[in-house]
T-cell receptor, first 109, second 111 residues
Framework: AQRVTQPEKLLSVFKGAPVELKCNYSYSGSPELFWYVQYSRQRLQLLLRHISRESIKGFTADLNKGETSFHLKKPFAQEEDSAMYYCALGDDNTDKLIFGTGTRLQVFP | DGGITQSPKYLFRKEGQNVTLSCEQNLNHDAMYWYRQDPGQGLRLIYY???????QKGDIAEGYSVSREKKESFPLTVTSAQKNPTAFYLCASSIRGGEQFFGPGTRLTVL
C-alpha cells in the first residue's frame, strides 16, 4: 500500500540549530516525492521536489531508496521557517498525492 | 494570490443540509483535486479530476459529490450523508505530472 509516514508531530529547535524533518514512504513503483509547506495564514505551497534536486530557502531533501526516506534538512534554522511541513508521495499514473500527517516546526529565537 | 480561488472562506451548515463549496482556477490546468485537512491527519484526498467531464473517488469520498462540467471549475458538495463534515477543505489544481497549486481553503462547520 502507498503510505507516507512523518513520525514527528512537532519539532522545536532554536534559531541557528540544524533541522531534520523525517519522512518515510511505502511505494512499489518509482517514487516521486515532494515537501509542501504551510506558513501561518498562507496557502499550502510546494517547497521542493526530489527530481529537481534544488535547495529552496536553504532546505534540501535527498531520496534514499534503500531506506525509503526523503528527510528534509536545513543546517541553520531561522525563525521564519516556523510552519507546518508535509511530505507527499506522487502517483505517476493518476497525479494523485498521498500526504503524510505533517510536522509542525517551531523555531525559537 | 490569484490562480485558484475557493469560496466561501467560512461556511456553516445545519445538520441534514447539503452544501456546495466552490473551486475555480484560471491556470488552464487539466487536473483538479479536493482534500480534507483535519488536525493530526494531514490532507486526505476526497475526489480528483484529470479532465473535464471525468472524476474519480479519492480515499474518503463517502458523503461527498463533485462535478467537472468546465475546465475551470470543480465544485464539491458535502451531503447530509457525510457523518463528520466539520473540517478545512482544500482545492488544488495542476498540469499533468506537475506541481499542485492550492487554494486558500474553506472552513466548514456543522451547527
Amino acid at each position: 500500500a502507498q503510505r507516507v509516514t512523518q513520525p514527528e508531530k512537532l519539532l522545536s529547535v532554536f534559531k541557528g540549530a540544524p533541522v531534520e524533518l523525517k519522512c518515510n514512504y511505502s511505494y512499489s513503483g518509482s517514487p516521486e516525492l515532494f515537501w509542501y509547506v504551510q506558513y501561518s495564514r498562507q496557502r499550502l505551497q510546494l517547497l521542493l521536489r526530489h527530481i529537481s534536486r534544488e535547495s529552496i530557502k536553504g532546505f534540501t531533501a535527498d531520496l534514499n531508496k534503500g531506506e525509503t526516506s526523503f528527510h528534509l534538512k536545513k543546517p541553520f534554522a531561522q525563525e521564519e521557517d516556523s510552519a507546518m511541513y508535509y511530505c507527499a508521495l506522487g502517483d505517476d499514473n493518476t497525479d494523485k498525492l498521498i500526504f503524510g500527517t505533517g510536522t509542525r516546526l517551531q523555531v525559537f529565537p | 494570490d490569484g490562480g485558484i480561488t475557493q469560496s466561501p472562506k467560512y461556511l456553516f451548515r445545519k445538520e441534514g443540509q447539503n452544501v456546495t463549496l466552490s473551486c475555480e482556477q484560471n491556470l488552464n490546468h487539466d487536473a483538479m483535486y479536493w482534500y480534507r485537512q483535519d488536525p493530526g491527519q494531514g490532507l486526505r484526498l476526497i475526489y480528483y479530476s484529470q479532465i473535464v467531464n471525468d472524476f474519480q473517488k479519492g480515499d474518503i469520498a463517502e458523503g461527498y459529490s463533485v462535478s467537472r462540467e468546465k475546465k475551470e471549475s470543480f465544485p464539491l458538495t458535502v451531503t447530509s450523508a457525510q457523518k463528520n463534515p466539520t473540517a478545512f477543505y482544500l482545492c488544488a489544481s495542476s498540469i499533468r505530472g506537475g506541481e499542485q497549486f492550492f487554494g486558500p481553503g474553506t472552513r466548514l462547520t456543522v451547527l
